[in-house]
C-alpha cells in the first residue's frame, strides 16, 4: 500500500531527473576541470549516453545506484510496497544497460560505467577517468 495519495507520489515522481542529476554535474565538472572535452547526451547512440568523447571513441555512462541496480547497499534496497512492479522496472533498466553496453562496443565505443555511490571518493574517481581516458 502506498503511503502517499495519487497526487502526492505523482508530484515526487516528477522531481525524479533522467538527465543532468546532480552526480552526472558533479562528474561534468570534474571531468571539465580536467580538462576533457565531451558531448552530452548524443541521441544517435545506444542508450543516448551521458557523456561522449568522439575523437576517443569512448563514454562515460553516470549511473543511480538504485534506478539502475548497482551491488552496493543503496542499489539492492527496494521500495516496500508495489515490489513486483519495482523489481520488473528495475530488472528491466539492467537489462537495457547491458544491451546498450554490448551495442556500443560493436560499434567500436569504449563504455565506463560510473557508479553514484563511487562519486563519494573525488580522488580515486579522478584517477579511474585518466586511466579510461588516456588508455
Known amino acids: ?10 508530484r515526487i515522481m516528477a522531481r ?9 554535474l558533479r562528474l561534468r565538472r570534474m571531468l ?3 580538462g576533457y572535452r565531451y558531448r552530452l547526451h548524443v541521441g544517435g547512440l545506444p542508450g543516448k549516453p551521458d557523456i561522449v568523447f568522439p575523437s576517443r571513441r569512448k563514454i562515460v555512462f553516470m549511473h543511480g ?7 552496493c547497499r543503496a542499489g539492492q534496497k527496494r521500495p ?7 523489481d520488473v522496472k528495475l530488472a ?3 537489462t537495457r544497460d547491458k544491451c546498450n553496453r554490448r551495442r556500443l ?8 560505467v560510473i557508479w553514484e555511490c563511487q562519486m563519494r571518493d573525488e580522488a580515486r574517481l579522478g584517477k579511474r577517468l585518466v586511466d579510461f581516458l588516456e588508455s
Open 92 to 94: 528491466k533498466n539492467t
Open 16 to 24: 525524479v531527473r533522467g538527465k543532468d542529476t546532480q552526480p552526472e
Open 32 to 34: 571539465h576541470g580536467m
Open 65 to 71: 545506484c538504485f534506478w539502475h541496480g548497482h551491488r
Open 105 to 112: 562496443r560493436e560499434l567500436g565505443w569504449r563504455v565506463l
Open 1 to 10: 500500500m502506498d503511503t502517499c495519495n495519487p497526487e502526492t507520489r505523482s
Open 80 to 86: 516496500a510496497s508495489n515490489t513486483a512492479y519495482w
